[in-house]
């Protein structure tokens, strides 16, 4: 595992940081029960996927589905991102970390997921115009990542979010599009090789026919610290 690490400081020294990652122990329909791990053994068992058997790392992230009046926001990743480079998903997306951890061992979805709104967007919390709401888990099993779908909304238009993207000095995203709700399926069709697993799965869920409003009924509610 050093190895890998020390080989990948070598090619990338200046976008390399050992983060601290929460690691899911297990989880059910309400709530996810983990530890903190480092993200230096995250990239090793990316990088050898047998190592997932010894490590058992397993991510858990948050991904926003933010709706403005314009529609839902998506970007495309940065060529030069580990995760999904190039592909579009939705936005916010980022992994869970111990900045997230509260008091008695509690992580805060929500703190993680405005975190990752406001790095990525430049959109605050104060210009959210309803709580988020956890609606759906979703887990990548290739990299064996655990995103919750987390719904968001704003009354900023898609010109207003445009320029605050532009402000930003460092951006994740190459390029970001609102796409109206009426044309988020063709989107995800004409996108199909080119739209990340868990945005894809995450849409295909809360495009179901026969859910209210299109949106899940089963609500996560928390992660705890083991």
């Not at 869970?96 to 703190?111: L, P």
């Not at 010109?159 to 532009?166: D, V």
């Not at 026919?209 to 089963?218: H, I």
């Amino acid at each position: 595992m050093n190895e890998i690490w020390q080989r990948e400081k070598q090619l990338r020294s200046h976008e390399l940081y050992n983060g601290q990652l929460f690691s899911i122990d297990h989880c059910d329909a309400r709530t996810i029960v983990g530890w903190i791990s480092e993200y230096r053994y995250f990239l090793a068992q990316r990088r050898e996927p047998s190592l997932h058997a010894a490590l058992k790392i397993k991510p858990l992230a948050v991904t926003g589905i933010l709706s403005c009046p314009d529609g839902v926001l998506f970007g495309r990743r940065s060529d030069r991102s580990e995760m999904d480079a190039g592909c579009w998903e939705l936005v916010p997306s980022g992994g869970v970390d111990d900045t997230a951890v509260g008091s008695a061992g509690r992580v805060s979805i929500e703190r993680s997921v405005l975190t990752e709104l406001e790095e990525e967007t430049g959109i605050g919390a104060s210009e959210l115009s309803a709580h988020s709401r956890a609606v759906a888990l979703v887990e990548d099993p290739q990299s064996h990542v655990t995103d919750v779908g987390i719904m968001l909304a704003t009354t900023s238009s898609a010109a207003q979010i445009r320029r605050r993207f532009a402000a930003l000095e460092k951006r994740e995203y190459s390029e970001l599009e609102i796409v109206a709700p009426a044309d988020v399926g063709a989107f995800r069709r004409a996108r199909v090789d080119s739209l990340g697993a868990v945005s894809a799965a995450l849409l295909d869920t809360l495009m179901q026919p026969g859910l209210r409003s299109g949106f899940l009924n089963n609500v996560f509610e928390g992660a705890i610290l083991l």
